[in-house]
Nanobody, 115 residues
């Protein structure tokens, strides 16, 4: 079963940084908009950032200026560089297409920010 695989999560202090990676098969990545989503405890899963094949990006207002999404098409990998982390960024981070396909959700990568 094809799924996205996320990595790079862990514990960070408020104001710190963390870099997430996400990979999937080339069939999934090719020509598609790939996005990061996140889900806090007891909350819905929300859009964070997306990137097109050509590198055009879009961000949720809550992360603009702090997070940067990028992709390496040759490696079928998408990254999320998270700077100036805030307690409110604590969540499980997932990647998927935009719009997402339910069958592609992976296990996610948990980021915990200590205040």
């Amino acid at each position: 079963q094809v799924q996205f695989v996320e990595s790079g999560g862990g514990l960070a202090q408020a104001g710190g940084s963390r870099r997430l990676s996400c990979t999937a098969s080339g069939v999934v990545f090719k020509g598609k908009i790939v996005a990061w989503y996140r889900q806090g405890l007891g909350q819905r899963r929300d859009f964070v950032a997306s990137v097109t094949v050509d590198g055009f990006t879009d961000y949720a207002d809550s992360v603009k200026g702090r997070f940067t999404i990028s992709r390496d098409n040759g490696k079928n990998t998408v990254y999320l560089q998270m700077n100036s982390l805030q307690f409110e960024d604590t969540a499980v981070y997932y990647c998927n297409l935009r719009p997402y396909l339910p069958m592609l959700w992976g296990q996610g990568s948990r980021v915990t920010v200590s205040s």
